[in-house]
């Protein structure tokens, strides 16, 4: 009943407190200090007042907020009245100083924070001494030592109020949902999830949220009403008007013209006038609360309506709805381009390893399979170069079984291997493939390098030696490979046709992604006769 509802608890306590005192004024034997007659037609004045405020938190948030400042004005003026006339000699606890000092202060917590708190304390001490010193000066029955000693409660009650409302106050700590399932894969599931959660939290009847979709100019509208959850698009005319301020929650009644609008550093805002709520004009809704939120994509808003006994209570906790939302929102966007991007490097290095493995090996088979046919032709016998095939292919099929256990596993990129022999054994298979010379030449022996990098010179190896020997027509290619200070350095020459003289050497487009996924550089010049490539590596890659 009493959840989150600070207007109702107040004003219900102020009510009871002032009926307290003034059934304790008329059963206590002892006649109030002065002005019996006055004191109980202030407290009963009082008394219906509060009466009064109790209907009106009850029944009209906007009231209650806007009133609520001039309420704690007559609150203080009610304090300073009981105490004048309740004051009497060697009356300790029949004043209502304590009670109605703690209820100051802590109304003011509630309400405004430190700030109020600091104010109203010092308003009462203002008070309090100017209350005594005419009570002192006109001679009637006063304590100085005991009202100097409460004045010092006062003072110590404040101190504790203001660092409490500093400190503490704030929204409240909510659990907000978390949304199983994979990141990029889950905005749907994110979306609805946190519209149940708002209308849960809430007790409203219904919540709906309207969010920018990526690129395109509709928008996705969520309606929860409690049964079931309702998806539409609108197009960018259906929410004419702009959604405000992006993490400042607010209150509406766009009947009536009313808007509580929250603030982070101080008390919330009461706007009376025209409210311009395009999605809440959109569900038809009147009274609500709403908060917009910023998203990569644009903003978007949350509407609750429906509310129980709606207040500003609820304001941090909307917010906090909101502030969720935008975050996670905007996570599931990052992992959503995060996959894509993955998906695409994944994509490309695989189509490199296609065309440098088994696209190369089949124009190099095509290419031995049209000299086997002419050898045939001419009576000599095939049955070695068959043989020669036939391994080829049996390699060739062990390469590819191998690229298929590393995209299922992961490369194991703490194991290490000999850069040199493996480039040998390719080398090898090279020149018997493509009928050319290939030579090695290595400064140092072994040379250990990561797994990932050795299968990546590995491939440009491939596509190097097939483009000299389909495209240069070589007979020859030496390769060279050393490392130093500065890294990696590997040399491909051949003694093929080379590029044209007229125009820059073109750049083999698998080897430059390569190398520029390693962080390297390549160089190609041309090598009279022949071509050159140059491709040096950091060390951190090496």
Not at 92 to 98: G, K
Not at 160 to 177: C, D, F, I, K, Y
Not at 279 to 307: K, R, S
Request: net charge negative; charged share 20%; glycine share 8%.
């Amino acid at each position: 009943m009493f959840a989150r509802r600070t207007g109702k608890v107040l004003a219900t306590s102020r009510a009871a407190m002032a009926l307290v005192f003034l059934v304790a004024l008329a059963l206590d034997p002892a006649a109030p200090g002065r002005n019996g007659t006055a004191i109980y037609f202030m407290l009963a004045a009082y008394l219906a007042g509060a009466a009064g405020m109790i209907m009106i938190a009850w029944r009209s948030w906007w009231w209650e907020f806007r009133l609520a400042p001039w309420v704690h004005g007559i609150d203080t003026l009610a304090f300073v009245l009981a105490v004048y006339f309740s004051e009497a000699d060697k009356a300790d606890f029949n004043s209502p100083f304590m009670a109605l000092t703690a209820f100051l202060l802590i109304s003011a917590t509630l309400r405004w924070g430190w700030f109020a708190v600091a104010w109203t304390s010092v308003a009462l001490v203002t008070l309090n001494v100017a209350i005594g010193a005419s009570l002192l000066v006109s001679g009637l029955p006063i304590d100085p030592y005991r009202y100097g000693r409460r004045l010092m409660y006062l003072g110590v009650l404040s101190i504790m109020m203001v660092w409490l409302s500093g400190e503490q106050r704030g929204p409240r700590a909510t659990p907000m949902p978390r949304t199983p399932g994979t990141p990029g894969e889950r905005r749907n599931a994110i979306l609805v999830e946190t519209l149940t959660f708002a209308r849960v939290a809430l007790q409203a009847r219904g919540a709906a949220i309207a969010v920018p979709h990526g690129e395109e100019p509709w928008t996705e509208l969520l309606r929860d009403s409690g049964y079931a959850v309702i998806v539409d698009r609108l197009g960018p005319e259906a929410l004419e008007g702009s959604f405000g301020e992006p993490d400042r929650a607010a209150l509406i009644d766009r009947t009536r013209g009313r808007r509580i609008i929250s603030r982070t550093s101080s008390y919330p805002l009461a706007i009376p006038g025209p409210v311009n709520a395009p999605l809440a004009a959109h569900c038809g809704i009147n009274e609500a609360m709403i908060v917009t939120f910023e998203t990569a994509a644009g903003p978007g808003q949350l509407l609750i309506w429906g509310i129980p006994d709606m207040c500003v209570d609820d304001l941090p906790l909307v917010e906090t709805i909101g502030r969720h939302l935008s975050t996670e929102l905007d996570r599931e966007d990052l992992a959503e381009l995060a996959q894509a991007a993955s998906a695409a490097a994944l994509r490309d290095a695989l189509a490199r390893d296609l065309h440098d493995s088994v696209a190369q090996f089949l124009a190099g088979t095509l290419f031995r399979l049209e000299a086997l046919s002419r050898w045939i032709r001419e009576g000599h016998d095939p049955t070695a170069e068959i043989n020669d095939l036939k391994t080829a292919l049996r390699r060739e099929q062990g390469e590819l079984r191998a690229m298929i256990q590393r995209l299922r596993r992961g490369e194991e990129g703490d194991r290490r291997t000999d850069l040199v022999e493996e480039m040998e054994t390719l080398l090898g298979e090279m020149s018997q493939h493509w009928h050319i010379a290939v030579q090695l030449d290595a400064q140092v022996r072994p040379m250990p390098v990561s797994i990932g990098l050795a299968h990546e010179l590995r491939q440009v190896l491939r596509e190097a030696v097939a483009n000299a020997a389909r495209h240069g027509h070589c007979s020859e290619v030496v390769v060279s490979v050393c490392t130093g200070a500065s890294g990696l350095t590997l040399r491909i020459g051949d003694d093929g046709e080379g590029f044209p003289t007229d125009r820059p050497p073109p750049r083999p487009r698998s080897i430059s992604e390569r190398v520029e996924a390693l962080g390297g550089t390549l160089s190609i010049c041309h090598n009279h006769p022949g071509a050159l490539l140059e491709i040096a590596l950091p060390n951190r890659i090496a």
